[in-house]
């Protein structure tokens, strides 16, 4: 089956400073690449997503690449605000149609120092 | 909107019992809920994947005895935990894929807290 992998586990930056979260999967097979916000003490929430036919995707201050040759992909946050405090997941999945099933990363928790 | 709800939010059982755990989305119809267990600051781990009108299919490692899942509408599907034991409090959240579209977005609920004493 297919394992995601996500660092780092926690992440500590300066407000305005950008943030990094890296994903990597194992099978070649998955084809979306959903990113998951989690704020404490509440539900996650799909914040941006990706297809392997894409290779970035923007959405104001977040942004995410894909790497399909080397398995990975990123989110990236610029200009980090401290409601951007969260913990973050990555997710791979394959499938067509409405059939995916995402495996997640175990998250990353992302503080903004005001 | 795409609202999911979860009802209770929290309940606390004692060992031996069963508890039922709903799983509504409120203004879609939904062929597909999941059900998650999540640990302290650790992943969304996925106990099932439930379709509407058919048996769930359990990941590795589930025991479908234990967590019963019943999706029996398209907006309804319930988790019911069988003879709870202590290890298996837990923070368990379902989540709801759009029927009639080909978008992937899941939609979360806010998650049950169970402590089994």
């Known amino acids: 089956g297919e394992n995601v992998e996500q660092h780092p586990s926690t992440l500590s930056v300066q407000e305005g400073d950008s943030a990094v979260i890296k994903c990597t999967y194992s099978?070649?097979?998955?084809?979306?690449f959903p990113w998951y916000k989690q704020e404490l003490g509440k539900r996650p929430q799909l914040i941006i997503d990706?297809?392997?036919?894409?290779g970035e995707k923007k959405d104001q201050r977040i942004a995410v690449t894909l790497n399909k040759t080397a398995k990975h992909f990123s989110l990236h946050i610029t200009e980090t605000q401290p409601e951007d405090s969260a913990v973050y997941f990555c997710a791979a999945s394959m499938g067509s149609g409405g059939s995916y099933i995402p495996t997640f990363g175990r998250g990353t928790s992302l503080i903004v120092h005001p | 909107g795409a609202v999911v709800s979860q009802h209770p939010s929290w309940v606390i059982c004692k060992s031996g019992t069963s508890v039922k755990i709903e799983c509504r989305s409120l203004d879609f119809q939904a062929t597909t809920m999941f059900w998650y267990r999540q640990f302290p600051k650790q992943s969304l781990m996925l106990m099932a994947t439930s379709n509407e009108g058919s048996k769930a299919t359990y990941e590795q490692g589930v025991e479908k005895d234990k967590f019963l899942i019943n999706h029996a509408s398209l907006t309804l599907s319930t988790l019911t935990v069988t003879s709870a034991h202590p290890e298996d409090s837990s923070f368990y959240i379902c989540?709801?894929?759009?029927?009639?579209?080909?978008?992937?977005?899941?939609?979360f609920g806010p998650g049950t807290r169970l402590t089994v004493l």
């Open positions: 099978d070649s097979a998955s084809n979306y």
């Open positions: 990706i297809r392997s036919n894409v």
């Open positions: 989540s709801a894929r759009k029927a009639g579209t080909s978008r992937n977005e899941q939609f």
